[in-house]
């Protein structure tokens, strides 16, 4: 079976950092590009950030520009989403996903990716 698993989210304090994880399994990892979106509550969904294949390319959008890195290991399936600086605004459901592009400067997801389940990132003091 086709299966993105994220995980690491949890409670911070406002100004901490998170890393989130993103295994996937049952396809050939490296042929897609990956990336990040999350859900606030009330909110639609957004895409954040995207790495294509080889993992040297990538895209933030301006909410999280300079303080969220993303990275993949294709030797190991995994994605990663170090996430610094964490503000209230950052409190949400993450989401990975495969397929993602740029599409001038949104972040979206091709009908062809995958979805992850989410996990919840909240961001409180």
């Known amino acids: 079976d086709v299966q993105l698993q994220a995980s690491g989210g949890g409670l911070v304090r406002p100004g901490g950092s998170l890393r989130l994880s993103c295994a996937a399994s049952?396809?050939?990892?490296?042929?897609?590009?990956v990336g990040w979106f999350r859900q606030a509550p009330g909110k639609e969904r957004e895409g954040i950030s995207c790495?294509?294949?080889?993992?040297?390319?990538?895209y933030y959008a301006d909410s999280v520009k300079g303080r969220f890195t993303i990275s993949r290991d294709n030797d190991k399936n995994t994605a990663l989403l170090q996430m610094n600086s964490l503000k209230t605004d950052d409190t949400a459901v993450y989401y990975c996903?495969?397929?993602?592009?740029?599409?001038?400067?949104?972040?979206?997801?091709?009908?062809?990716?995958?979805w992850g389940q989410g996990t919840l990132v909240t961001v409180s003091s």
């Open positions: 996903a495969t397929n993602c592009y740029d599409n001038g400067g949104v972040i979206e997801k091709g009908s062809a990716g995958t």
């Open positions: 049952g396809f050939q990892f490296d042929d897609y590009s």
């Open positions: 790495t294509y294949k080889n993992g040297i390319i990538k």
